[in-house]
T-cell receptor
């Protein structure tokens, strides 16, 4: 079945550092890929998405490119801020498989220090 | 746009009582809503898929008689935890798909923290 694997956290960075959170997936079809962010005590917010190979999703300085050849969707940001501290979830969804249920990775906690 | 609300945000109840959690799509219609459960420092676990006007589809291992789901309108789904016990204490999150558009994107509510004493 489909699955998502994220790098383990917590990830601790200094402000203005470069961020990469790795995400790889396994899918039998052609899924859409997502990054969601969860701030402490809150629900999930859609950060960015990509629906087909080579698409790049971007939002708030974050980027991720759908790489079919490496089955990856790594999240990057050039200069993190303290306010980026949160848990980041990579996820996939395939309408033709299980009706488009979201399959989540285990989440990666990011802590940015001033 | 695409805002989902949940009510209450936090609830404390006694063991044996029932608790109802509401999930509303505020600015769009949602034919499908999802209910998740999240334990501390863990990922989200899908409990059930709720379709407007029909019975919910529960994931394996989720007790349908304990977690009652009603999706009575295109903007409201409710989750009732019946005869709650301390092990039901958790963070419950709902999400919704925008009807008729980009069916794969889900928008999440802020979550409801349930504590059963």
């Amino acid at each position: 079945g489909n699955s998502v694997t994220q790098m383990e956290g917590p990830v601790t960075l200094s402000e203005e550092a470069f961020l990469t959170i790795n995400c790889t997936y396994t899918a039998t079809g052609y899924p859409s890929l997502f990054w969601y962010v969860q701030y402490p005590g809150e629900g999930l917010q859609l950060l960015l998405k990509a629906t087909k190979a080579d698409d790049k999703g971007s939002n708030k300085g974050f980027e991720a490119t759908y790489r079919k050849e490496t089955t990856s969707f790594h999240l990057e940001k050039g200069s993190v801020q303290v306010s980026d501290s949160a848990v980041y979830f990579c996820a996939l969804s395939d309408l033709l498989d299980q009706g488009g249920k979201l399959i989540f990775g285990q989440g990666t906690e990011l802590s940015v220090k001033p | 746009g695409a805002v989902v609300s949940q009510h209450p945000s936090r609830v404390i109840c006694k063991s044996g009582t029932s608790v109802k959690i509401e999930c509303r799509s505020l600015d769009f219609q949602a034919t499908t809503m999802f209910w998740y459960r999240q334990f501390p420092k863990q990922s989200l676990m899908l409990m059930a898929t709720s379709n407007e006007g029909s019975k919910a589809t529960y994931e394996q291992g989720v007790e349908k008689d304990k977690f009652l789901i009603n999706h009575a309108s295109l903007t409201l789904s409710t989750l009732t935890v019946t005869s709650a016990h301390p092990e039901d204490s958790s963070f419950y999150i709902c999400s919704a798909r925008v009807a008729g558009q980009n069916q794969e994107t889900q928008y999440f509510g802020p979550g409801t923290r349930l504590l059963v004493l």
